[in-house]
């Protein structure tokens, strides 16, 4: 009898994650990150927040970038993912590397770069119904949000919601941001936004860049 090697949880993961990506588009995945990596990342927002590391979200770019609470009332920490700050930031980002390899094999779609930042968005706090791509922009290909929230409740709101059609008015999927969930999704061309919360709701927003 032939012996097929079982494939290892991993591996799983992430054909999940890439059957979805083909055939939808998106692919939410729970528990992506292990307990303890989440709780970390976690941990280090927290204490870079208290420490005043965040600014305001901008909208746009360069000189059209604007502050616009209306649109969007998160605050931002971005990350140099060539100087991996702490052991947590390291296993992120060797995993969203994994994710890159594994996404060029499957759709090549020549991803070679990834930026990410830390968001924290203050209870009733929200990001209005966007696009990822700057105007003018093709560049960002792919978005990853890995949530950092533990015990995240349904009536805590905070939900990313996902649209399923272009114009982004029609049927959508809501997705908890819960410790460990990771959504992703083919940036162009996909509506979504950031339901307010009742609760401080924490995140890691990652965009994979091709050339
Ligand atoms: C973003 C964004 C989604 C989320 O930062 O552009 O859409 O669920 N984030 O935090
Ligand atoms: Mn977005």
New binding site residues.
């Given amino acids: 009898m032939i012996q097929i090697p079982a494939a290892s949880a991993e591996d799983l993961r992430f054909q999940c994650l890439l059957d979805d990506l083909i055939t939808q588009g998106w692919s939410v995945q729970k528990n992506f990150l292990t307990a303890d990596t989440a709780a970390m990342l976690r941990a280090e927002c927290l204490i870079r927040w208290q420490g005043g590391e965040f600014r305001h979200a901008g909208v746009g770019r360069g000189a059209e970038l604007k502050i616009r609470p209306e649109v969007r009332s998160?605050h931002v920490c971005w990350l140099d993912p060539t100087i991996p700050d702490t052991p947590q930031q390291q296993q992120y980002f060797a995993t969203m590397e994994q994710l890159r390899q594994a996404v060029n094999r499957a759709i090549f779609l020549g991803i070679f770069q990834f930026e990410a930042f830390f968001?924290v968005y203050p209870p009733g706090k929200f990001?209005q119904k966007?696009l990822?791509r700057f105007r003018g922009s093709e560049d960002r290909t792919l978005?990853a949000?890995l949530?950092l929230n533990e015990d995240w409740k349904e009536e805590d709101g905070g939900q990313?919601r996902l649209y399923l059609d272009e114009a982004g008015v029609g049927p959508h999927v809501d997705?908890l941001?819960e410790a460990g969930t990771l959504?992703v999704f083919l940036t162009e061309g996909r509506w979504?936004e950031?339901l307010p919360a009742t609760r401080e709701r924490m995140?890691l927003?990652g965009f994979f860049r091709t050339r």
């Fill in positions: 998160d968001a990001y966007h990822d978005t949000v949530y990313l997705v941001p959504a979504h950031v995140s927003t």
